[in-house]
């Protein structure tokens, strides 16, 4: 019943920007950390960004310091990444992910989006 839809990727070349969002409905009583994580095939998925509800806490891959900002409307239910100075070792699916709770009794689960592809290539 919770469903992270994510817009945003396509196709660049080195040096540009691209901004991902992603939005969360359905049945929510409460998001707490919102993140973006990123793969390639043959390797493991790994942590881009993420922020907590307030967004007091927030982390980067030492890769994407500097040059990736992530932010969030809680009033839209959304996590956006803002990616500048794209390199080609960017190039990956990349999938939005929240803590969220579907009442006030369960304890937040982690849901996924269903991927967005990502291609930094001159």
């Known amino acids: 019943q919770v469903q992270l839809v994510e817009f945003g990727g396509g196709a660049v070349q080195p040096g540009g920007s691209l901004r991902l969002s992603c939005t969360a409905s359905?049945?929510?009583?409460?998001?707490?950390?919102m993140g973006w994580y990123r793969q390639v095939p043959g390797k493991q998925r790994e942590l881009v960004a993420s922020?907590?509800?307030?967004?007091?806490?927030?982390t980067y891959a030492d890769s994407v310091k500097g040059r990736f900002t992530i932010s969030r409307d809680n009033a839209k239910k959304t996590v956006y990444l803002q990616m500048n100075s794209l390199k080609p070792e960017d190039t990956a699916v990349y999938y939005c992910?929240?803590?969220?709770?579907?009442?006030?009794?369960?304890?937040?689960?982690?849901?996924w989006g269903q991927g967005t592809q990502v291609t930094v290539s001159s």
């Open positions: 922020i907590s509800r307030l967004a007091l806490t927030i």
């Open positions: 359905g049945s929510i009583f409460s998001i707490n950390t």
């Open positions: 992910n929240a803590d969220i709770s579907t009442d006030s009794r369960r304890r937040p689960e982690g849901y």
